[in-house]
Each structure stands twice: as structure tokens, then as C-alpha cells.
């Protein structure tokens, strides 16, 4: 691998000191940007996610723009089922819509396990543009979405406030779901696996709807597979997990093979400190819809949450993904005051 | 008043020792009973809430029917914002509208925040003819939304996922903010009064969408005007606040004049003991999707519930509203189970 110009995300996943955090943001190559937007206007989601030069392109749109110490893949968290063979829809502004779901066993056997590196190679021909397109500055990260989350759009078939459907698929054919679960794992390693080949630096597993279950469900149906994915991945590359709400599961994923851990914005960095130890670095927390207030207003909460977190063992990140009525030099002033906050030490 | 045949629940919340936990749950008057979705057919939804023999009748249900050991008036938290002058559409199915969302001073001067006892006396008397209906077998819950939960409805006019433009409401100008949510809780303390005086013997408030602040927005907008609620209320009736999902607010809020706390099922029995000490009874935390397993797995979880918070200090409810899908006898068997936990002391 090349040196990279910009290697804070890898030296603080390393545990090395750094300068000040590295910094990038959810969702950062996405509808906040002009740039993005007019893609959108003329190719549909699948073609911006399944053209490679076009997803690279998209991925790279924030590192310029806004300035972020890492790229993100543009891509989405279901090529995986679409790669187990089910139909993904997804409508522009309306969320995705998978018309067969999963219900019996034979659903479970006739999905796909195979040719995951041919079915998805579109990702992986776009990392590798991207990664071209980056010249080395700062690193690559590669992504997938945690089996729970996958088996949630597996189960319901489109998006859901409770995720009731795929809770009952577990809590009554506990066998089934698990049986699924290890499916999406295994592809999901091979996936991840595939992109680190393919030049993903870091890779991050998005546990979306983790924080749709309590603790003991979380562990039964959760953790366990995130941490094979963790396993699986640490000796290719360091592995960020984001189970999204979970924070009763942050002292025991600290003591996990991920070299981080996203938090969202409702736990206070102190207490995820003291949950995690300094074991792994902690990556957010900050609340997306503080992006819409000033820039004034951004940059002094952007100061007091690395006040709060310390540079060391920290990725500056939102909590979630960054919504589109976000102006795009407020997204920068979010950049600006993380790369600020050098002098300030 | 009345000795009540069934006072578990108000025992529990004098800290007074109790045989067995009581047992009510969020929604109980709703769309999973066959009878309600009668009334439903006939009348629609402010005719149901507007009309204190309907609200009545459908509060009543529940306890003959599923057995619980407290009614709960049948209303919604949005008859607030309706009795402060402004329009709530409700269309079946699809959630709340109100049309004239608040963004300025001259808005929130424009609120009405007089004759809430007259406004609303719908809800006083339906809680009358609940009261006379329930002839003192168990008691009756009265309720309102929290100051912060009700600024979201009114500020962003709908539901929403993240509440961003509520959010930057008070972001963007925290003296309106204030200003607003101190009007509300003015309200909301005249009609809680008014409801205990109606023959309400506890009262709720659900902060139903305060899990979506971080914790020092909460302390900011959401905990003072709770606190000023329990404070004013404390000394007509028992308590018992319901910040959904705020987790990281429990230990602050067991120092609170409030006699209970409700908590979702996104934390352990042992940590929320932990947080909040035996200072304040704790409510909850069953997970609503566990009621569509089966009678025999909804039981043993029941009882496993109820061994790790203890019997004493503890009422024993989901973690969120019962939702439409849940067989009746599912409910029933929840109910059932508690009531079946005194022969395992």
C-alpha cells in the first residue's frame, strides 16, 4: 500500500497519537450536495449506486467539497440482499421496498451465498476508481450493513418505526433466524473482505435498527454477528461497528477485534468513555440536526464535544447520517472546526 | 374518595409494600381490541376522544376485558395543542396533522393558554363517567404529552423521524423555545389538575419523542418543564414521567417529586435500578413486539421481567404502546402472567 498523505483515521484506529482527530461524516457523499443533486436528477439510485464511475465520482464529491479526512464508498447497506438474490426497490424520497420477503426456511435456502465478489464487483471496480481518484490524500473506507439491520428489510420488506415483524421472526423461529443471520454474515464477510482487496482502507458495519432491541435480544440476535464480522475482518483491515442506539452493548463490543465503535448523539461522551475504557476509539457523536443551526453555533459545539471526547481514540463524526437540508458550509464549518481545533491544544 | 378495592398501583407509588407488582399497559384502551375497533367503524377519532360516554366506554374496556389493575382515560396528547388554539386533523391510520405549525413570537403569543379546564372539559367529564363506571375496583390514570413532545407536534406539524426542524427551533432561538414550552407546561398543569380533580387518582406524562435529544438538550428543553410538572402535581396526585428512550436522564429524574418512572425496554431491569436507586418506582419494560410470540413465551418473560426488577417499587407495563397486531388473549396473558407472579414469592 502506498503512504497516504492523510493518515490521522488510520493512526487513531491504530491507537497512535495524532495532531487532532480525524473527522469525516455519515452519509457525507449524499443529498446535502449540488453536485450530488444533479446526479440524481439524471440517473436513477441503482445506477448511481451500480455504475462505478459514477459512484466513484460521488464518493469523492465530499473530499473536495467539504474537506473530510476520509472518503466513504457511495453505496448502500442492501446490494447485500439484492446479491442474495431478492428484489431491492427503492423509490426516490420514499425509502426501499423489498417485495420478497423472507417468511419460511425454503426463503432462506433458495438465497444466494455464492458469487457475492461477482455479483457486487460494481463496488468493487468503484473503489477502485475511487481510490485512483484519491491520489493517496485520505483513506478509503468500505462499509456494509450488520446482519440484524439486513434481516430487518429481509423480514418487513421495507422500512418500519418498530421493526415488530422481524423481531416476531426471531422470538418465534429463534432457529430460522439465526439460520439467516450466519447467511448475511458469511456473505457480509466476503463482501468486506473483497473490498479491503479492492482498496478499502477501513470498513465500517452499520447497525442501524440495533436500537430497536433491548439488551438480551441484542446479544442473541446482534452482537454475536457483529463480532464475527470484527474477527473476521481486524487482519485485513481495522473495522469500525456502529450499532446505532445500542449503548448497553459498548463495554462489551470495546472488548471486541473492531478498532472502533460509532455512538450517536444521546449518550454523553464522558459515560461512553467510561463504558469503553480507552480499549477502542470512540467515533461521533454529533447531533445531525445541529448541522442546521449556525456556523458560529456549529464550531463551538464541535469544540466542546472534542473538549469532551479528547483528540486521542476519537474520530470526529455526526451521530447519524447527515440530513439533506443541510447547507453545505455548514457541513464544512463541521469539517473546519474538527481540523481547527489543532491550535487549540 | 373512595377506598379502592385494587390500590397495588397506588401502594407501589407510596412505597408501600405490595403481594404482587400491578400491571397495566400503555394503549390498553386501542386498536388490538375487537370492541374498540367497533366504536372505531362508527365514530371517528376526535368523536371518540370529544365525547366523554365513547372516551368512557372504550377506558372501561380493557379492564374487563384483559384485567388490569388501572384504567387509563382514553384520550390523545394533542387535545393540548387543540385547546390552545390550534387545528389537529387526524386521519385514521396516518398520524397527526396540525396546519398552523408555530415558528414565531407572534404565533406562540397567539396560543391560548385560558380556560384549558373549559377547553377540555370533555376530558373531565369522560374521566367522571370512567370513574363512576370503574364503581372504585381500580384506579384511574389521567395523562398528558410532556411541554417537549407536544413543541415537536407543534412545531413540525407531523410526526417525524429525527424532529430537526423542532430541533432547530430551539437551537436557532432558545428564548422562543422557552417561551413556548413554559406556556405548555402552564397548560398542562392546569389540565392535569383538572384531571385529578375529575377523579383522575395518578397522572402520566409521555415524553414520547424526548429519546431523541442528547443529554444536554434534554436537560435543556425537556427535564425543566418535567420537573415543573411533577412538582406542581405532586402534592394532588402520584406521578409517573415517561421520557421514551431517555435512559441517560433516569438518575436526575429519581430525584424528581415524581412517585415512578417509565422506562423502554432498551435497557436492563438492573441498570435502570442501578441509575435510579430505590428513591422512585420504576415502570415498564416489556418489549411490545414480545406480545406477538406465543402465550407460553409471553409468560416466561413475564416472569423473568419481574424477577429482575423485584416485586416491590416496580409496575409492571410494556416499554411502549401495545400495538394494533397483538391478539387479545397475548394481552391477556401479560396481564395474567403478573398476576399469577404472587404464588412464585
Same mark, same amino acid.
Given at each position: 500500500m502506498q503512504q497516504l498523505k492523510n493518515d490521522l483515521l488510520l493512526r487513531t484506529l491504530r491507537k497512535e497519537k495524532v495532531e487532532r482527530p480525524p473527522v469525516w461524516m455519515m452519509?457525507? #457523499?449524499?443529498?446535502? &450536495?449540488p453536485d450530488y443533486m444533479k446526479l440524481r436528477a439524471k440517473y436513477d439510485f441503482f445506477t448511481r449506486v451500480q455504475t462505478p464511475e459514477l459512484a466513484a465520482e460521488i464518493t469523492l464529491?465530499?473530499?473536495?467539497? %467539504?474537506? %473530510?479526512d476520509a472518503a466513504i464508498i457511495f453505496?448502500?447497506?442492501l446490494v447485500v440482499p439484492q446479491a442474495m438474490g431478492l428484489e431491492v426497490l427503492m423509490e426516490e424520497g420514499k425509502g426501499p421496498h423489498l417485495p420478497g420477503v423472507i417468511r419460511t426456511e425454503t426463503d432462506i435456502e433458495k &438465497?444466494?451465498?455464492?458469487d457475492v465478489e461477482e455479483n457486487l464487483s460494481y463496488v468493487m471496480k468503484a473503489l477502485k476508481i475511487a481510490k485512483q481518484g484519491l491520489e493517496n490524500r485520505i483513506p478509503l473506507i468500505g462499509f456494509a450493513g450488520a446482519p440484524w439491520t439486513i434481516l430487518c428489510y429481509m423480514v418487513e420488506g421495507k422500512g418500519s418505526k418498530t421493526w415488530d415483524k422481524a423481531k416476531q421472526f426471531c422470538f418465534l423461529q429463534p432457529g430460522l433466524a439465526h439460520q439467516l443471520l450466519q447467511k448475511i454474515t458469511d456473505v457480509t464477510i466476503r463482501y468486506l473482505k473483497a473490498q479491503v482487496n479492492a482498496g478499502a482502507d477501513v470498513v465500517q458495519v452499520f447497525?442501524? =435498527?440495533?436500537?430497536? &432491541?433491548g439488551p438480551a435480544d441484542f446479544k442473541a440476535y446482534a452482537q454475536p454477528y457483529l463480532l464475527q464480522i470484527a474477527d473476521a475482518l481486524a487482519q485485513h483491515a481495522p473495522v469500525i461497528l456502529f450499532p446505532k442506539?445500542? =449503548?448497553? #452493548?459498548l463495554k462489551e463490543l470495546a472488548?471486541?477485534? #473492531?478498532s472502533g465503535l460509532g455512538i450517536d448523539w444521546c449518550i454523553e461522551p464522558q459515560v461512553a468513555r467510561d463504558l469503553t475504557g480507552n480499549a477502542i476509539a470512540l467515533q461521533g457523536n454529533f447531533d445531525? #440536526?445541529?448541522? &442546521?443551526?449556525?456556523i458560529p453555533e456549529i464550531k463551538k459545539s464541535v469544540k466542546e464535544m472534542i473538549d469532551a471526547?479528547? %483528540?486521542?481514540?476519537y474520530i470526529a463524526n455526526l451521530g447519524h447520517g447527515i440530513t439533506p437540508n443541510v447547507p453545505v458550509d455548514h457541513a464544512r464549518a463541521f469539517v473546519d472546526a474538527v481540523k481547527e481545533y489543532q491550535h487549540r491544544i
Open positions: 452519509r457525507q #457523499a449524499g443529498r446535502y &450536495l464529491q465530499p473530499v473536495d467539497q %467539504v474537506g %473530510v453505496s448502500d447497506i &438465497l444466494i451465498t455464492d447497525d442501524s =435498527w440495533s436500537g430497536c &432491541l442506539g445500542s =449503548w448497553y #452493548a472488548r471486541s477485534k #473492531a445531525p #440536526a445541529r448541522l &442546521l443551526t449556525s471526547f479528547g %483528540v486521542q481514540n
